[in-house]
């Protein structure tokens, strides 16, 4: 188990480095420097001053190991747009506000989508069952910003549609900006988790050993929570992490769209102002929470199947 | 000793000697196949839709009066009328011919980035898994690093370093997407290859190129064919997302998604801009999942019963 974890650290840093050269030779190669677009009216010395210090002026190579140093340092560069504006202080700022989405979606997706899953599962063949499988090809065809849209559009004048609470304001308080942009992110999820919690029902209730239990005298409940629930829950860990990046990647839009004062918005924004050392700095971010929030998914994994914890692999 | 003469070995009880004659006509996979899609009535639903939409998308443009560029300032965000069957956007623009030019764009991007995607998912995936051992390890080891950076990221650096335009996009969207398909073929070529005709192949002396090409890959076409429908929804949907955040598409050519993010700041005031294009992706992102389901129950020979 500890080799294991191991193990999976050392693949975590291995990929996060391969991640911050790509993005760091990827945005460095780019044909046109940012600044030099931004300062071409500037006197050569004021240039000058302003490539020293961004380091500009120095070869591709001492760069990279410069940034890496700062990177270790937790020094994530400065930006180019607002300059003065360290990317630290950004992602301190405004993470709070994705995360909050994020992890609201994540868990309302989970259980709704579980026990719509299971629902489908125990009544199969029924209208809950069909009502469900709608619901789930309904919701991985739609995406997010229709779904925005229409909640914009039909529940704006029961929640507000745009803005966050302020920093100061208790959790309570920013629950109700939260509401509509809580369920345009989760859909999506809800809709996956019911599809796979269905059909992983089903193939565990048809096993020997449920019926072998309910010979024993378990009673149902038993069955259900013990049995049926802790096998059936295995593959939904499995795409959890594809979900997680889902919900990342959601957050872009839904962030926009509800103008939240996230790190997703912000993104999109670096983006489309070529706010090069930004865009590095939250790639780099979103790259980590997701590649860490895989082996979460992975330890999770080992702890709800004691088959790993003796393999050390998975099924 | 016994005299064993002809009558003692008289042929008794055989006079239908046409018990094993096959009365029906032997069909192929394909056939089968297509036999049970076609008793699945969603499916063929979806798969009626989809092609009312290719069609449409293919020979919508010349139906409309107007050209999808064209633009008109007296009929700016007007509703659907008469003379414009979806309405006008926010340039006067006759947003029924630009629905199907844009769909043609997502289709495009789908149908053209899922074929890349699948040529390199098999050969590598099949590399992988023919080969085993030490040259599958180091494969699938770059694999697992490449599925654990987020897929979206890549797309969005690929395409802000890429520039803009739909061979662009095509590479951004591909640039990692192929892992899914080769760990796919992986498996299943790692299960095929201890099979016996694998083996009788071999004992002919066909070459590794010909037992993959030949051998492993039309066996494992099935899971290729369902991959493919899941997939090209998958494209359009990154699609729609990267034009909604504006790296996508750019004016003049358009897209569902660059339509949708054109009408999105307005939905409020004119909510048929979004719902046309949205629709559009709705409908056939649903015919394409709709139809994967039915594919996968129609090609999956562990799933007949």
Request: overall charge positive.
């Amino acid at each position: 188990m500890f080799r294991y974890i191991l193990k999976r650290l050392g693949y975590m840093v291995i990929t996060m480095w391969v991640v911050i050269t790509i993005t760091f030779f990827l945005m460095n190669t780019l044909p046109g420097n940012p600044i030099e677009v931004e300062m071409r009216k500037l006197p050569p010395q004021i240039k000058k001053n302003i490539m020293h210090q961004y380091g500009f002026d120095r070869p591709i190579h001492e760069r990279y190991v410069i940034y890496l140093q700062n990177l270790l340092k937790g020094d994530m560069g400065e930006s180019i747009s607002t300059p003065g504006l360290k990317a630290r202080t950004v992602i301190a700022e405004r993470f709070p506000a994705s995360a909050r989405l994020g992890l609201q979606s994540v868990f309302i997706g989970l259980i709704i989508g579980l026990v719509l899953g299971i629902l489908a599962a125990f009544n199969r063949n029924t209208w809950i069952d069909y009502l469900v499988i709608g619901v789930a090809i309904l919701g991985v065809s739609v995406p997010n910003f229709v779904i925005a849209a229409l909640l914009q559009q039909f529940l704006g004048g029961i929640f507000p549609v745009i803005g966050w609470a302020s920093k100061k304001a208790s959790w309570f308080a920013g629950l109700k900006y939260t509401v509509l942009p809580t369920i345009a992110l989760s859909f999506t999820s809800i809709a996956t988790y019911a599809r796979y919690m269905r059909t992983s029902v089903l193939d565990v209730i048809n096993q020997d050993y449920i019926l072998t239990a309910k010979s024993k005298g378990v009673p149902a409940v038993g069955v259900v929570c013990k049995h049926i629930l802790r096998n059936a829950i295995l593959p939904i860990v499995t795409i959890l992490g594809p979900q997680i990046a889902s919900i990342i990647t959601g957050t872009f839009i839904v962030e926009m769209m509800f103008s939240i004062p996230g790190l997703g918005q912000y993104y999109v924004e670096s983006i489309t102002n070529r706010d090069y050392t930004m865009i590095m700095a939250t790639t780099i971010f979103f790259a980590f929470l997701f590649i860490a929030s895989l082996l979460v998914v992975d330890l999770l994994y080992t702890v709800i199947d004691p088959r790993i914890r003796i393999t050390g692999e998975k099924r | 000793m016994m005299e064993l003469d002809k009558d003692k070995f008289k042929i008794i009880g055989c006079e239908n000697a046409d018990a094993d004659v096959i009365v029906r006509p032997n069909i192929t996979y394909w056939q089968d196949a297509w036999r049970r899609l076609k008793q699945n009535k969603i499916a063929m639903v979806a798969l009626v839709m989809l092609c009312i939409i290719i069609f449409m998308c293919l020979f919508g443009p010349y139906l409309a009066k107007y050209k999808f560029s064209d633009q008109d300032m007296s009929l700016i965000d007007k509703g659907p009328s008469a003379e414009h069957w979806f309405g006008t956007d926010n340039l006067g623009r006759d947003l029924f011919a630009r629905v199907w030019i844009g769909g043609r764009v997502s289709i495009a991007i789908g149908i053209v980035g899922t074929l890349i995607e699948i040529l390199v998912g098999c050969i590598y995936g099949g590399a992988a898994g023919y080969f085993g051992g030490l040259v599958d390890d180091i494969m699938m080891r770059i694999v697992e690093i490449i599925v654990s950076i987020p897929y979206m990221i890549v797309v969005i650096l690929a395409s802000i370093v890429l520039g803009k335009g739909i061979g662009a996009l095509i590479i951004a969207l591909c640039i990692t997407g192929w892992t899914g398909i080769a760990r796919i073929i992986r498996g299943q070529v790692m299960q095929l290859k201890e099979s016996e005709y694998v083996l009788a192949a071999r004992a002919l002396g066909a070459s590794s190129n010909r037992v993959i090409l030949k051998h492993l890959i039309p066996n494992t076409i099935g899971e290729i064919i369902v991959y493919i429908s899941f997939d090209i929804p998958s494209f359009i949907f990154a699609e729609a997302f990267l034009s909604f955040i504006g790296l996508g598409i750019q004016p003049p050519d358009t897209s569902w998604g660059a339509m949708a993010s054109l009408a999105q700041p307005k939905f409020q005031f004119y909510p048929h801009e979004l719902m046309v294009p949205s629709l559009a992706i709705c409908l056939t992102m649903l015919s394409f999942n709709l139809l994967g389901d039915g594919l996968r129950d129609a090609l999956d020979p562990r799933l007949r019963q």
